[in-house]
Every structure is written in C-alpha cells, then in structure tokens.
C-alpha cells in the first residue's frame, strides 16, 4: 500500500477557479479507477469513475482524464466552490483476483479560498 | 448521508484488548469492504466479504478477523491491541463484488491508550 506522511501534496486555488489534481498510479493490470473526496470527519465520498477502455469521462463540474501509456490519473474540477475544499483520493481496483480491493493514493488537499 | 452505519463512532481502549467494530451496509448492497486509515499509511484496504463470503484480502493483521452474517452486516474484530492500531477504520459497500462505486461509512475511530 501507500505510505502517507504527514505532508501530503497541497493545492490553494480561489473560488471560480479550475483546479485539477493529478495521481500517478503504480499496477498497470488496475482496470478501474476512481476518485474520492473525503471531508474532515467524514468518510470518503465517491465523486466519478473511470474505466480502463475510456480516456476521459466527464460528470457534474467533474471531469477524469485517464492516460494509461504513463499510468496518470487527473482530476478537473471546474469553477471550483469553498465546499469543495477537502482531500481527494484516487484509487485503483487490481483488477482479477484482487478485484475488490482498492489502492488508494496519498491524497491531495484542496483549499479554495473565497 | 452514504448510508453506510457504522458503530461505535469512537472506541477508546487499553492496549491488549479486544474490539469489535459493527457495520451495516446500504440497503441492497451485497459486498462489504473494510479500510484502515491512518497518518502513516493512509487508507489500506482490509478485507472484502460478499454475500456472505471472503472475497479479497488486503494488509490485515493476524490478529484481526472479520466476518458478514446472513442479514449482511459486518463486523470487524480487533484483538490484542497496540498502540499502533489507533486509526480510523471504514466500512464500505457496493451492489456488485467489483468495488464499484462503493460508499463509506463515517468511520470508527479507534485510540489505543
């Protein structure tokens, strides 16, 4: 797994902005990625997925960016919100055997100031 | 709200003992997913159980089991605890075995004192 120290990677942006976070992910057997928010206190919060035939997928004010030649995973939020200030996740399903299990990365901290 | 329960919010417990923690998944949901998060570590995955069943396994101590009844809640049982087992411990669930789109519980925090 991860190894997560108290310094995780920070991203500051103001309100109205674009923010994209980025993850570089390790199994190129994963098939299935996904990313979640996690709130202070709260437990992690699905936001989009994304599967391993598909380059791009896009959700509300949400879009995933997949490039499996470099094994890179964004994240873009579009006009970003003071409540989307948490940490985000990405996550990577095994794939085969080990389908139920999630990777998860370290985590990015997003503050969005107003 | 997920709709993922899970009790007791907090534990506070002395090194040595034992504790269970107690999950109850979304409604529907068959597949039930265990993860550890702490500073160190960040989030680890555990164990999966579906319908019943183990399913995948992750970085999970000797010293800790895990187990889905018939009514598909979970329970998730730590013993001989050490300080190093502080952490927040999550539950997760999801229709299918495939993790999709599985949705946390608000997390058990655990200190070990």
């Known amino acids: 797994g991860e190894s997560v120290g108290l310094h995780l990677p920070t991203l500051s942006v103001q309100e109205g902005d674009n923010s994209i976070i980025n993850c570089a992910y390790s199994?190129?057997?994963?098939?299935?990625f996904i990313w979640y928010k996690q709130e202070s206190g709260k437990g992690p919060q699905f936001i989009i997925d994304?599967?391993?035939?598909?380059d791009k997928r896009q959700g509300q004010r949400v879009t995933v960016l997949l490039n499996k030649t470099v094994k890179h995973l964004s994240l873009q939020i579009a006009a970003t919100q003071p409540g989307d200030s948490a940490v985000y996740f990405c996550?990577?399903?095994?794939?085969?055997?080990?389908?139920?299990?999630?990777?998860f990365g370290q985590g990015t901290i997003l503050t969005v100031h107003p | 709200d997920s709709g993922v329960t899970q009790t007791p919010k907090h534990l506070i417990t002395a090194t040595g003992q034992r504790v269970t923690l107690r999950c109850s998944p979304r409604?529907?949901?068959?597949?039930v997913y265990w993860y550890q998060q702490s500073l160190d570590q960040g989030l680890q995955f555990l164990i999966q159980?579906?319908?019943?069943?183990?399913?995948a396994k992750g970085n999970i101590l000797e010293r800790f089991s895990a187990q889905q009844f018939p009514d598909l809640h979970s329970e998730l049982n730590l013993s001989s605890l050490e300080l190093g087992d502080s952490a927040l411990y999550f539950c997760?669930?999801?229709?299918?075995?495939?993790?999709?789109?599985?949705?946390f519980g608000q997390g058990t925090r655990l200190t070990v004192v």
């Open positions: 199994n190129s057997a994963s098939d299935y």
């Open positions: 409604s529907g949901d068959l597949s």
């Open positions: 159980y579906y319908n019943g069943e183990e399913r």
């Open positions: 994304i599967r391993s035939n598909m």
């Open positions: 996550a990577e399903n095994g794939g085969g055997t080990s389908y139920g299990k999630l990777t």
């Open positions: 997760a669930s999801s229709v299918e075995p495939e993790n999709t789109e599985a949705f």
